[in-house]
């Protein structure tokens, strides 16, 4: 995920020529979580956000996330069209600093029962713009004191 974020970051060094067809297949599947992550932050954070501290993490944070859900979603569309309608498709993100499985995801989220949860995958476009925006509240950063920064 953190190649697909710079790559969109700074397109011009990962789509060069020296970038291997194979690995440029691999970023191209994860980019449109990358995009979308892009927008819900722009839209949250405001027109500056590409600028702001914590702008590159929080995007792997939410790409991460969209991904998680764009696999959900397929593997739900597959469920679905083979006639399963009994099997329930959920998903999560395991979070490496508290070591739980949450959606959606909050890296600096304490370790408790609470922070321990899984979402139904997505059933239609509108609800990877709704996690997208979620996350990039969550994300958004703040100063010392916990309060909000604004972009403007």
């Known amino acids: 995920m953190t190649g697909a ?52 993490d929080a995007l792997i944070e939410t790409a991460v996330c969209l991904n998680a859900a764009q696999a959900a979603f397929a593997l739900r569309q597959e469920i679905e069209s083979a006639g399963r309608w009994e099997i329930e498709v959920l998903y999560g993100v395991y979070n490496l600093f508290n070591h739980q499985v949450s959606m959606p995801s909050n890296p600096l989220a304490p370790a408790t029962d609470l922070n321990v949860r899984l979402a139904h995958a997505p059933t239609n476009p509108r609800e990877f713009q709704d996690l997208a925006r979620q996350m990039a509240e969550i994300l958004k950063p703040t100063d010392l004191h916990g309060t909000v920064v604004n972009s403007a």
């Open 5 to 56: 974020v710079d790559a969109y970051l700074r397109p011009l060094k990962y789509w060069s020529k020296t970038t291997s067809p194979a690995l440029r297949s691999i970023l191209q599947k994860i980019f449109v979580s990358v995009r979308e992550g892009a927008n819900a932050l722009k839209t949250v954070w405001g027109n500056e956000a590409r600028e702001m501290p914590g702008f590159r």
